[in-house]
């Protein structure tokens, strides 16, 4: 069964502006880690927050994890048509990671 | 190098063929994984394992058999396949100790007609 689910499912905005997703999840985590898949490609990872991490930055990309709601958000600031992809959430257990089902952002030129 | 490669990338076959699709990792991980990725991009897992030994065998038709003959492969192989199998498939791979990233294959696009 899905873990996380993302919200906006779709996500346009104009370059420069930032890009706001965020992750729902049912169960207890070890951490929650966000993928980027580009269209036709595997997913890659950016960044892991643990379960007892409330914020995690990494260049452009900053994350919060809030436990006691389940929920996390993947904030990209100052978007570029090259963060043009789907954003996954995941959370981990033990070995199983489970995914959503993506927000597909476009940023447009 | 690549780190999960799958072969093949495209697949299209006919109903009620079996075919099987490849996945190797030179990163060293000890769990490996098979998720299913539907035309909607639903990322649904199918198969963990960890060492050669099936950790998850999610909710799948047991058309799909998962083989294992070392730590680093993970085949899938599907039987009497049917028009509902079509999607993409991806390996990954991770180090199976908490708090690590998974490693993802390109895909394989399985077409079934």
């Not at chain 1, 070890?30 to 991490?53: A, D, K, M, P, T």
């Not at chain 2, 960890?50 to 065998?57: A, D, P, Q, R």
């Not at chain 2, 799909?64 to 079509?86: Q, V």
């Amino acid at each position: 069964s899905q873990q996380g689910e993302e919200d906006p499912q779709a996500l346009s905005i104009q370059e420069g502006e930032n890009a706001t997703m965020n992750c729902s999840y049912k169960t207890s985590i070890n951490n929650l880690q966000w993928y980027r898949q580009n269209s036709g490609r595997g997913l890659v990872h950016l960044i892991l927050i643990r379960s007892n991490e409330r914020e995690k930055h990494s260049g452009r990309l900053r994350v919060t994890l809030d436990t006691s709601k389940k929920s996390s958000s993947l904030l990209i600031t100052a978007s570029r048509a090259a963060d043009t992809a789907s954003y996954f959430c995941a959370t981990e257990g033990n070995n199983d990671m489970r995914f959503g089902a993506g927000t597909r952002l476009t940023v447009k030129p | 190098d690549t780190a999960v490669s799958q072969t093949p990338k495209y697949l299209v076959t006919q109903m009620g063929n079996d075919k099987s699709i490849k996945c190797e990792q030179n990163l060293g991980h000890d769990t490996m994984y098979w998720y299913k990725q539907d035309s909607k991009k639903f990322l649904k897992i199918m198969f963990s394992y960890n060492n050669k030994e099936l950790i998850i065998n999610e909710t799948v038709p047991n058309r799909f058999s998962p083989k294992s003959p070392d730590k680093a492969h993970l085949n899938l192989h599907i039987n009497s396949l049917e028009l509902g199998d079509s999607a993409v498939y991806f390996c990954a791979s991770s180090r199976g100790t908490p708090n690590t990233e998974a490693f993802f294959g390109q895909g394989t696009r399985l077409t079934v007609v």
